[in-house]
T-cell receptor
Framework: ELKVEQNPLFLSMQEGKNYTIYCNYS?????LYWYRQDPGKSLESLFV?????AVKQEGRLMASLDTKARLSTLHITAAVHDLSATYFC????????????FGQGTTLQVKP | DTEVTQTPKHLVMGMTNKKSLKCEQH?????MYWYKQKAKKPPELMFV???????INESVPSRFSPECPNSSLLNLHLHALQPEDSALYLC?????????????FGSGTQLSVL
């Protein structure tokens, strides 16, 4: 079955700095998703990456997908405190079932 | 309306109680999901319904009983739960089970079993 691993699991960074969260997955996943979760809250969909080489950007976040390397990245540019949250990547466990397999999550703490 | 609404937001129950979690969406989505999330862990799939029929049961104990009475509603009936069942229960929906469909998550029910 698909396994999804994120690193780092915890990231503390200063405002204004750049950083990247990595998401590796073990077998073919037709899609790769990124979600944000604030403490005690639900999951907010950030990006759906559909194909090799896909790059999507919104605000200070940019996600990319390399299916050959089985790697997705979430790049944070000039971090601000509001980006503090837990970020999950997820792949499709099996086709046409809607079963998402989530990574462990990366807790991001942006300090002023 | 792009919301998935879950009630209640918080629930405390004893091990002998029977309770139900409710989930509702009016986006015309035909796939609905229950996920369980323990603190500081990722969500784990429990059940998937597609066109009101159970599509996936991830070997969930029978003390959890899902029900999809119509295309907009999804319930999770709880009976004789254990303290280790305490978690955040998330409902989600998507247009269908097709690849690439975005899942919309509700705000969750925080369940505590005493």
């Amino acid at each position: 079955e698909l396994k999804v691993e994120q690193n780092p699991l915890f990231l503390s960074m200063q405002e204004g700095k750049n950083y990247t969260i990595y998401c590796n997955y073990s077998t073919t996943s037709d899609r790769l998703y990124w979600y944000r979760q604030d403490p005690g809250k639900s999951l907010e969909s950030l990006f759906v990456l559909l194909s090799n080489g896909a790059v999507k950007q919104e605000g200070r976040l940019m996600a990319s997908l390399d299916t050959k390397a089985r790697l997705s990245t979430l790049h944070i540019t000039a971090a601000v405190h509001d980006l503090s949250a837990t970020y999950f990547c997820a792949g499709i466990g099996s086709s046409n079932t809607g079963k998402l397999i989530f990574g462990q999550g990366t807790t991001l703490q942006v300090k002023p | 309306d792009t919301e998935v609404t879950q009630t209640p937001k918080h629930l405390v129950m004893g091990m002998t109680n029977k309770k139900s979690l409710k989930c509702e969406q009016h986006m015309g989505h035909r796939a609905m999901y229950w996920y369980k999330q323990k603190a500081k862990k990722p969500p784990e799939l429990m059940f998937v319904y597609s066109y009101e029929k159970l599509s996936i049961n991830e070997s969930v104990p029978s003390r959890f009983s899902p029900e999809c009475p119509n295309s907009s509603l999804l319930n999770l009936h709880l009976h004789a739960l254990q303290p280790e069942d305490s978690a955040l229960y998330l409902c989600a929906s998507s247009h269908s089970l097709a690849l690439g469909e975005k899942l919309f998550f509700g705000s969750g029910t925080q369940l505590s079993v005493l």
